[in-house]
């Protein structure tokens, strides 16, 4: 069990470390056996899933496509002569207090040239609210280097944080106030080397409303109710090769990181600093002959047929003797690798912020956010997508995580899973939204409404 678990962590190290050949298009033509594996779930288990559940989702496919809402829906948000302005509305429909909506103010060339800033702020349902501003400047005095600056604050009278080992959730009040500034230069083509200090400001207390309130010295140590400081220092590798941010079909993004946590006094010591060590990998394959973007004789010819499909002509569509058509030939597959560790200096000192989250886009979208913590989570999510029009997507994934205090700590019985399928709306340079029913075992369902991509 322990060598499956190690075996997972291993490979977000060891497929970062291939070579990749430039081109990424398969020839599906040849029947093999991996073709094979990697089809038979969608035939013989999602397919007759999306074939119950499709009909429901036709009818405002058919209103989006016919009324052409994408391409008014982005010029309507976009100002300047140069569409240098975004201004548009997020929302995030979750359960319970953690749904909110909000606005993005996206910005390029505002003070200097290529740079560009981004302001976020959310409400949430239950009047919490935060902010989030990002700011990075490109081409530092005309040379391949960059900075930037990220800040947030946030007023949550509720948070929580999930003990996943003893099985307690802890409610408080959040006030902290976060900031990074960073600074980074290529090392070659689609490599960069990035330093970055931050300065966090953890400002935690009694819940608002009526929670469990937990006492004790484990309590008190790990930080709960408490207000302390942290002050992260970060190296990382980074990569990134997509031919486009948000309808990538080929390229791959990589990221390596080391960051030494020193932490300030709270209950009355100094011994909670902590390290972390941090890697990601999502890699972009196109399956098929076919460009997976669609022209707009294609877009065109798609929304005539969308307009007058009946339920029968839909099912038809997803017949097995139909999927190479329909959606072998013009499929993107998608694996995101991730691990993150934490090691403490002094055991059972480091405060729960140190903690690894898994759940959520980390990779598990069944669960909420940070659902299983551990200093020790790593993931595999895989990803099909095939375009419906020309800005919107079908997807179906699958995904693994795992967690533990460490490397010999995993076993197989804390392996969870996600799986699920959906549509997302993007262009190739902006994503709009994605609308995704995720499940776990056999009776955990999660609707999903966001505005956030699926690996940010």
């Known amino acids: 069990m322990k060598k499956v678990a190690t075996l997972l962590f291993l490979l977000a190290f060891c497929a970062s470390a291939q070579e990749v050949k430039d081109s990424s298009i398969v020839n599906i033509e040849q029947k093999s056996l991996a073709l094979t594996i990697v089809s038979w779930p969608f035939v013989y288990i999602i397919q007759p899933t999306v074939e119950f559940l499709i009909y429901p989702v036709i009818p405002p496919l058919i209103y ?16 300047g002569e140069n569409k240098q ?41 239950n009047s919490d609210w935060d902010v989030t501003l990002r700011y990075k400047k490109k081409e530092v005095l005309g040379k391949s280097i960059y900075w930037g600056l990220n800040a947030s604050y946030r007023e949550d009278g509720d948070n929580s944080f999930r003990n996943t080992k003893e099985g307690k959730i802890y409610s408080y009040a959040d006030s902290s106030v976060f900031s990074n500034s960073f600074i980074g230069f290529n090392l070659i083509k689609n490599w960069d080397l990035e330093f970055g200090t931050a300065f966090n400001f953890h400002r935690f207390d009694l819940p608002n409303l009526n929670d469990s309130v937990f006492t004790g010295d484990d309590v008190s140590v790990r930080g709960f109710y408490q207000n302390y400081q942290a002050f992260p220092l970060t190296l990382s590798l980074q990569h990134n090769s997509l031919d486009a941010p948000y309808a990538a079909t080929k390229g791959r993004i990589f990221s390596l990181g080391y960051t030494y946590i020193p932490v300030s006094r709270y209950n009355g010591t100094i011994d909670h600093n902590y390290h972390v060590i941090e890697s990601r990998l999502v890699n972009y394959t196109l399956l098929g002959n076919r460009s997976y973007t669609m022209t707009v004789a294609e877009s065109n010819t ?3 047929k969308l307009r007058n499909i009946t339920f029968t002509e839909a099912i038809e569509i997803l017949n097995p003797i139909n999927i190479k058509e329909e ?32 759940g959520g886009n980390f990779p598990l979208r069944a669960y909420a956010d940070g659902y299983f913590t551990a200093p020790l989570v790593a993931g595999i999510s895989t990803e099909y997508r095939w375009p419906i029009d020309r800005f919107a997507d079908a ?11 460490g490397f010999s700590d995993l076993s197989t019985s804390n392996i969870r899973n996600s799986y699920g399928f959906g549509f997302r709306i993007r262009t190739p340079k902006l994503f709009i939204t994605r609308v995704t029913l995720a499940f776990h075992g056999l009776q955990g369902v999660a609707f999903i409404l966001t505005t956030k991509p699926e690996f940010n």
Not at 85 to 107: D, L, R, V
Not at 331 to 349: A, C, H, P, S, W
């Open 302 to 304: 798609n929304r005539e």
């Open 85 to 125: 302005i975004m201004f548009y509305p997020t929302i995030n429909a979750k359960i319970g207090s953690q749904a909110n909506i909000g606005f993005a103010y996206w910005h390029s060339n505002l003070l200097l040239d290529k740079d560009n800033i981004f302001v976020s702020p959310h409400l949430y349902v």
């Open 395 to 405: 997807v179906i994934f699958n995904e693994y995580g795992i967690y533990g205090d």
């Open 327 to 358: 959606v072998l030939d013009r499929r993107v597959f998608i694996t995101q690798l991730r691990m993150r560790y934490m090691l403490e200096e002094n055991d059972g000192k480091a405060p729960f912020t140190a903690m690894s989250r898994l």
């Open 64 to 79: 989006i496509s016919r009324e052409n809402l994408i391409e008014k829906g982005y010029n309507l948000i976009t100002f």
